[in-house]
């Protein structure tokens, strides 16, 4: 809500710059005809003195005044200023996956990039995009969102997703393997036959609804997760607790 709010407060201080700037910087609609006109006396030579007029009795250097393009141009800086930061950081999200900086390794991934160790994703919001395949591994992805995205075949080797929600996510074949999910939330999630070994921290939060049939886990981390353990995938149908094999 804060950043639609952001952008339409942007957008009227782009109006305002536009109305309050001279018409020759805006040659179109009622301003063509003096936009014409500074045309036409600039390739003479000529340009209108301030507060002279003319035939139709406008003032073209009124219109020209220093003062209405600076306020112009100040306001259309203030608000590309306001709307910058979060469209910034989601253009630099974005660049990281497609400059390599989380590479595409998968069988399903279509190409393959440079594998870049140690990206600082944090709270990077991936939430019902198509990920398939792509390596984030020995990345900082905390508190990052992957609510109802398809991360299927991806590799989170050593990485630190601590509190990351992947609440409705496909981990199918995702490689957890050492990686660190303190306080994550697979509410939902297809987790099936994912790589985890011991040494991947799985004190998540909650996983309520999520499908672990066939991912391997080791014994203290089958304790702790039936222990939370509840509800039934909504995609696979498969009781959370009967996919990890929990005791009746």
Known sequence: MAGRCRWRLAVVICCAGVVSAPSWLFPFGPNASVAARHL?????????????TNAEGTADGADAAPWAA?????????????ASPAVAYNAMIDSKVMAGGASTTGKNSGSSKAITRGVDLTRADYSGKKVVGVSFQQSIVRESKWVNSDCSSSSFFDADLANADFTGANLNQVN????????????????????????????????????????????????????????????????TRDSLGCPE
């Open 70 to 82: 600076l306020t112009a141009m100040l306001l259309v800086s203030l608000a590309m200023a306001m």
């Open 40 to 52: 036409a006396k600039a390739d003479d030579g000529r340009m209108p003195l301030a507060g002279a």
């Open 176 to 239: 957890f393997e050492l990686a660190r999910l303190t306080g994550a939330t697979l509410d939902n999630a297809v987790a099936t036959e994912m790589y985890v070994n011991g040494t991947t921290k799985m004190d998540v939060k909650s996983i309520e609804g999520a499908d672990f049939t066939d991912t391997f886990f080791r014994q203290d981390q089958i304790n702790y997760l039936c222990g939370i353990a509840k509800g039934t995938n909504p995609t696979t149908k498969v009781s």
